[in-house]
């Protein structure tokens, strides 16, 4: 009775987790095929929310300018992330360790508000002195890759404490260079991981509001702040159509990027059973 009531008490508590997270994306999307401008009022089915989204420039060019951001600060994010987790993981002690130890963590427990205005703060001075840059995407970029490079690095770096150094010894053994190694054997060992900082450097950037707000200028505003400023005046029923068109986008690239992690995972394990039968 006790391990019962232990089970099931557990699984109570979890799926009432999982209904608080998620009953309000489902309720989003299901009014977002709302035919009333009345949020909760619910007076047929209708798809004019999204035809209307067509017309909308505002939206369009928001997400449009979003979605570069969000892929060149994934790309850039999981660059530099990789080399910063690579030199923590790899080279134990050198000149300034804990420094950039603490510089490449502090965005991870620093307000946005405040990585936001000191950007803001050293991008105007920049400009005034050199004329460069705009703020518009290339700042907005440079926030968002500050912020990305933290999270990629924790999770690269997690999966290189977990890889077996043994293959790049014996690579080295070999005959290989130090920059063959970690092209040809440490990279393909941590693609998976690679694969996950992409994916949440991306959904990141692409729902940031608040260094978005700091390092944007007039004319480039993402689709968060569009979204947010909209909200402020009032519930609009585009904004629903928005939202769940962009769930949906991001479930479809988390289930294709999942399938596609296990695969290489599973051919990975088969590769390894295969060399030990060998």
């Not at 505002?58 to 530099?80: D, H, M, N, Q, Y």
């Amino acid at each position: 009775m006790t391990n019962f009531l232990q089970r099931w008490f557990g699984r109570g508590w979890l799926s009432l987790g999982y209904l608080f997270l998620y009953i309000p994306i489902v309720v989003l999307v299901v009014f977002s095929f709302n035919s009333s401008r009345q949020d909760m009022v619910w007076s047929g089915f209708s798809t004019q929310w999204y035809t209307a989204l067509l017309s909308d420039q505002e939206i369009i060019s928001g997400f449009g300018l979003s979605l570069r951001i969000a892929l060149l600060t994934a790309c850039g994010s999981v660059i530099l992330g990789t080399f910063a987790a690579f030199v923590l993981d790899r080279y134990q002690r050198f000149a300034g360790r804990t420094l950039f130890t603490g510089m490449v963590s502090a965005p991870l427990v620093m307000p946005e508000v405040i990585i936001g205005l000191s950007l803001l703060l050293m991008l105007v001075s920049v400009q005034k002195m050199f004329g460069f840059p705009e703020r518009g995407l290339v700042t907005i970029w440079l926030g968002h890759t500050l912020l990305g490079m933290a999270y990629a690095t924790v999770v690269v770096q997690s999966r290189l404490q977990e890889m077996n150094k043994s293959l790049e010894e014996a690579a080295m053994d070999l005959g290989c260079r130090p920059f063959q190694v970690f092209f040809l054997v440490t990279l393909p060992n941590i693609k998976q991981a690679l694969g996950s900082a992409w994916l949440l450097t991306f959904t990141l950037s692409l729902d940031d509001v608040v260094l978005s707000a700091f390092l944007s200028g007039p004319g480039s505003s993402t689709m968060p702040i569009v979204i947010f400023s909209r909200a402020r005046l009032g519930l609009d029923p585009r904004v629903n159509a928005v939202a769940a068109l962009t769930i949906l986008v991001v479930s479809i690239g988390v289930i294709a990027s999942s399938l596609y992690i296990a695969r290489a995972e599973r051919l990975r394990q088969k590769q390894i059973a295969n060399a030990a039968k060998g």
